[in-house]
C-alpha cells in the first residue's frame, strides 16, 4: 500500500520520465478535487497529500540504498497542485471553469516541471537535503515558484484588460 501511495497507483513505474508523468497524472486530479470542492478542497487535499506523503517515502526508503528511488512520485503530485493553486483559485474566484483557465495550467505544468528538473536556487538546496524531507521539500519549493509564475502571467495577461 504505501509503495502504490508513494508511485500514485504504480504510475511512477512509467519511463521515462517519471516525475513528468506524475505531474501529468496530478493534474486531472486536481481538476476534479477542484471541481467536487473548490479550491479550498484543493488546499486541504495537497495538505493531506503532503503529510501523508512525507511520512509514506520515509518508511519505503528507510532501508533502501537509493534515497530518492525516480519512482517515487507522490511529492510531483503535491508540487504540481501547489502549481495549480493559481488556476484553482481564480477560477473559484471568476466562477469559470478550471479548464477555462487551461492557459494557467498549461504554465503551472511546464513551469513546474522546469524548477524540478533544474533545480534552481531553494529546489536544488532541498534536493540535497536528506530523507523524506528532501525528497518532499524541493517539489514543494518547486511548486511554489511555478505558482509565482503562474500568477505573473495571468497579471501580464490580463494586464491589457484592466488598464482599459
Same mark, same amino acid.
Given at each position: ?18 516525475? !513528468?508523468?506524475? &505531474? $501529468?497524472?496530478?493534474? #486531472? ?5 477542484? @471541481?467536487?470542492? +473548490?479550491? *479550498?478542497?484543493? =488546499? ?16 519505503? !526508503?528507510?532501508? &533502501? $540504498?537509493?534515497?530518492? #528511488? ?5 511529492? @510531483?503530485?503535491? +508540487?504540481? *497542485?501547489?502549481? =495549480? ?80
Amino acid at each position: 500500500m504505501i509503495r502504490a501511495l508513494c508511485t500514485l497507483g504504480h504510475i511512477g513505474h512509467l519511463r521515462p520520465a517519471p516525475g !513528468t508523468w506524475g &505531474s $501529468a497524472a496530478a493534474i #486531472p486530479l486536481a481538476w476534479g478535487l477542484h @471541481e467536487l470542492g +473548490g479550491f *479550498w478542497l484543493l =488546499l486541504v487535499a495537497t495538505l493531506a497529500v503532503t503529510a501523508l506523503g512525507w511520512w509514506a517515502i520515509g518508511v519505503a !526508503t528507510k532501508h &533502501s $540504498a537509493d534515497k530518492d #528511488p525516480s519512482e517515487i512520485i507522490i511529492d @510531483e503530485v503535491a +508540487g504540481q *497542485w501547489i502549481a =495549480l493553486w493559481p488556476v484553482s483559485l481564480g477560477a473559484q474566484m471568476a466562477g469559470a471553469d478550471f479548464w477555462a483557465l487551461w492557459p494557467g495550467v498549461l504554465t503551472a505544468f511546464l513551469a513546474f516541471r522546469l524548477f524540478d528538473i533544474w533545480k534552481p536556487g531553494p529546489v536544488g538546496w532541498a534536493d540535497r537535503q536528506p530523507g523524506a524531507f528532501g525528497i518532499m521539500a524541493d517539489d514543494l519549493i518547486a511548486g511554489w515558484m511555478a505558482a509565482l509564475i503562474v500568477v505573473v502571467f495571468a497579471v501580464v495577461a490580463h494586464l491589457p484588460q484592466v488598464m482599459a
